[in-house]
């Protein structure tokens, strides 16, 4: 399934009150759909609502933002049931909810490998499992965020990486059974992008993170967001903003070795300094 008119479309967005989230609700509001969007902070939510608001394309188009923490299955099971009765079942489904927390695996708690796993992928496997019987009886498209982490691991983001390789591994696999169900699965794999996220993520790096980043591009939300609209427009699978990403992967999966001792080389200059 590929998604070119987007007017009239229904689409749930988490992580829709900031970053690529923000960026993907204002840009579909432009084109016509119809946007609810998630989030855990009734305030940020407000103010992204009325960003999106002054996208608006007709009087018809509707928007709701709805306070959820998608890492607490029973919170997501009541709040989506009641957006979809109150909106309708959504045609496009797009899993941007995530958190980081750069460290050195040594330096991460616990308790905080469990909040990045919980919220990046489990967030991501509930929103699924709870939309899909309605999706499945008149098809859908999905878009699951991961990140240039989520197929090179990096340092200081063990924990972060972890989950978003999950996300990459459980969206392929659930492209091969929706399938048949006329429901499109696309994965999206930006690098560093200008959001909150990554800028709360900054304070916090370690060094040879600092390093490996910069010689990354850094993209703006809305960038990426026409990365995404155009990825669906195409039934894309993996949806990689940006040549730099792009040449990235390609030489992640043809010359594996040499992106390693590539990063490697980062590291020491980093580690000889200190």
């Not at 007017?7 to 609700?25: D, M, Q």
């Not at 878009?143 to 982490?149: E, G, K, Q, R």
Request: glycine share 8%; proline share 4%.
């Amino acid at each position: 399934m590929k998604i070119k008119d987007f007017a009239g479309k229904i689409t749930f967005i988490t992580g829709g009150s900031s970053g690529i989230g923000l960026a993907c609700a204002e840009l579909l509001a432009a084109r016509g759909a119809d946007v609810a969007i998630f989030a855990r902070g009734q305030e940020q939510l407000d103010k992204a609502i009325a960003q999106i608001e002054r996208n608006r394309v007709t009087q018809k188009q509707r928007f709701l933002g709805m306070m959820l923490d998608v890492s607490r299955r029973d919170q997501v099971e009541d709040v989506l049931n009641r957006t979809v009765a109150d909106l309708g079942v959504p045609d496009i489904l797009i899993n941007s909810a995530g958190i980081s927390f750069p460290q050195r695996f040594e330096d991460i708690p616990y308790v905080k490998f469990e909040e990045i796993v919980h919220i990046n992928l489990h967030g991501t496997w509930n929103t699924v499992s709870i939309l899909l019987p309605y999706m499945k009886n008149h098809g859908g498209y999905i878009v699951n965020v991961s990140s240039v982490a989520g197929y090179i691991g990096v340092y200081g983001l063990s924990a972060y990486s972890a989950s978003k390789f999950a996300v990459i591994g459980f969206s392929e696999a659930l492209r091969s059974e929706l399938k048949p169900l006329n429901i499109s699965v696309s994965v999206l794999c930006p690098p560093d992008v200008d959001t909150p996220m990554l800028e709360r993520s900054n304070k916090i790096k370690p060094e040879e993170t600092k390093a490996i980043s910069s010689s990354a591009s850094l993209l703006k939300p809305i960038d990426v967001a026409r990365e995404v609209v155009a990825g669906m427009g195409k039934g894309q699978f993996l949806i990689l903003p940006g040549s730099g990403t792009k040449y990235t992967h390609f030489m992640k999966r043809l010359f594996p070795g040499l992106v390693q001792s590539i990063i490697d080389s980062q590291i020491r200059k980093v580690t000889q300094k200190s």
